[in-house]
């Protein structure tokens, strides 16, 4: 058994959630080193030592190396093992010195949602400051990380970092690219395939960024679909062999959505394709703040003998719908599971029941959670309508499409697409074209990957993807696909209904 597994048997998971605690696997912390000291640097700092493995393989006595930890008790733990020869600070990088700097800088940094941090304001004011930018209270701790460090870094010096690749699609990495292009420090970036788990114990993508504190021409775009295909460019930096792509610094666009460079620019174009956004419009679900309190099946409705009146119905899960069709018929079969299919408004109705209820959720704590306190009063859920078709947020490779024909509002497991008003009677059209391939994979051109092969799309991600331009649809076609959508609904769905489908859309974009 390794350290690091000994080290994750000796702690809990909310701990190692709570601080990012994901190790790098040594030949990518190899890699990351060997490349840093190609240009003999006389400093070097890693702002989240952790395990140690990053300046473990240096000569800390040649070398001035520091380091800085959150947790000591990590340090404690691994230094019994590991040779940590260099001062590691026991504090918070981010609320630390900024004017101190370095000619390497190398790091996995804590993957965490910025939310989270006490004192956030403080620290998201201090970057703007220092930085010129206007960063999102939304951006994830590890940009943060990463910005202060390339600030930090001397002249010609280099700095390596392994991060999730979300920031290349997301609306938050818009400022990290920005300021990447417009500053020319961008060496390379080594993106993994989203199917290899660089991780243990947790489900991200992994990219590895590159750097140099020098005026660039271009930016490399490498991915690697295999650990074989890494240790060829750890051997080989220039290697042939691998799936790369150069961009001039002219071409870039800090608003488009950089993982498309990772296929050697080779994607299937497609015609007659407008915005989602255009038809309709997607978003997310209702956050309660607190599934375990909100969440109600019928057997804690009886429990706590709560008049339905005082529950709102609600799809709370995505693995709760089977087909494509969402009838009350199969709300009601739910229901008669004892499934969670309510979700608890206190101010629907008012009775001595629910005034219990309420009283328990303060003394439980409910009211002081992050979306409650936000609230007023706290139990009163979030004001949305049913969608007629519902998306799931997470996927592996293909979307769970459904026609909500029951009007039952759902919970963030899905996102709601609303049409916009001009194009309700399109509604059963866009269902059918997310039912097929080629609508799938136009839309899957946006989405997010995390690690395992799971995808992800957020609501932009959807309003922002392209589709076929329904206007062009003939009145033939129209009507074709309509009587399809009739067929779904009175026989069921089958591959035969979806490659006709998928056969008509394909004609007009392909």
């Keep these: 058994m390794t350290l690091e597994k000994k080290y994750y048997k000796t702690v809990s998971k909310e701990k190692v959630g709570k601080l990012g605690q994901y190790f790098t696997p040594k030949y990518i912390a190899d890699f990351m080193r060997n490349w840093i000291m190609e240009s003999k640097p006389k400093s070097i700092l890693d702002p989240a030592v952790g395990n140690g493995v990053f300046l473990n393989g ?44 370095f000619d390497a800088i190398i790091c996995n940094p804590p993957y965490n949602r910025f939310q989270m941090i006490d004192g956030r304001k403080a620290i998201i004011e201090n970057f703007n400051n220092r930085l010129g930018l206007k960063i999102s209270g939304y951006t994830n701790q590890y940009i943060l990380f990463l910005l202060k460090s390339i600030y930090q870094l001397n002249d010609n010096g280099r700095l390596a970092y392994i991060i999730p690749n979300e920031f290349l699609n997301c609306g938050y990495g818009y400022k990290v690219k920005k300021y990447l292009i417009e500053n020319k420090l961008l060496y390379a970036i080594i993106n993994f395939d989203s199917k290899l788990n660089i991780f243990e ?9 590159l750097v140099k504190k020098e005026k660039l021409d271009e930016v ?53 394709l407008v915005q989602f956004s255009i038809f309709a419009k997607a978003m997310r679900g209702i956050a309660t703040g607190d599934n375990k309190y909100f969440v109600f099946n019928e057997s804690k409705r009886l429990k706590f003998q709560l008049d339905e009146r005082s529950l709102m119905p609600c799809i709370t899960r995505s693995n709760d719908i089977k087909g494509c069709i ?25 009775d001595e029941n629910n005034e219990n209820y309420i009283k328990l959720g303060t003394e439980l704590g409910v ?81 997010r990957q995390y690690g395992g092969g799971l995808d992800k799309f957020e609501p932009n991600d959807i309003n922002d993807a392209m589709c076929l331009d329904f206007h062009l649809l003939t009145t033939e076609d129209r009507n074709l696909i309509n009587q399809i959508y009739s067929d779904i609904i009175n026989i069921g769905i089958n591959d035969s209904i979806i490659d006709t489908l998928n056969s008509i859309f394909a004609r007009y974009v392909c």
């Excluded at 930890?69 to 630390?96: A, C, G, P, S, T």
């Excluded at 991915?223 to 150069?246: A, L, M, P, V, Y």
């Excluded at 599971?337 to 101010?347: C, H, L, Q, R, S």
């Design 201 to 209: 114990n947790v489900m991200t993508t992994a990219c590895i960024v």
């Design 367 to 447: 009211h002081k959670k992050y979306l409650t306190r936000h609230r007023n009063p706290w139990y009163r859920m979030e004001s949305k309508e049913a969608a007629p078709i519902l998306v799931n947020v997470f996927s592996r490779n293909s979307l769970k499409v459904v026609r909500n024909l029951a009007q039952i509002k759902n919970l963030t497991c899905f996102h709601g697409i609303f049409m916009q008003k001009e194009y309700v009677e399109f509604t059963n059209i866009l269902f059918c074209y997310l039912l097929t391939p080629i609508g799938q994979n136009i839309l899957y051109l946006n989405k």
């Design 220 to 272: 490399e775009f490498i991915n690697i679909s295999s650990i074989n295909e890494f240790e060829e460019i750890s051997i080989n930096f220039f290697s042939s062999k691998i799936n790369r792509k150069k961009m001039k610094y002219s071409d870039l666009n800090c608003r488009e959505k950089w993982c498309k460079y990772f296929n050697n620019g080779k994607q299937i174009k497609y015609k007659n």
């Design 58 to 101: 240096i000569n800390c006595e040649q070398i001035r190396c520091y380091g800085y930890e959150i947790d000591r008790e990590i340090i404690e733990f691994f230094k019994k093992e590991y040779q940590i020869n260099y001062q590691v600070l026991i504090e918070d990088y981010l609320r630390n010195e900024w004017d101190l700097k």
């Design 326 to 350: 969402f009838s009350i018929d199969d709300f009601n079969e739910l229901r008669f599971k004892d499934k969670n299919v309510y979700v608890f408004d206190g101010t629907l109705f008012r």
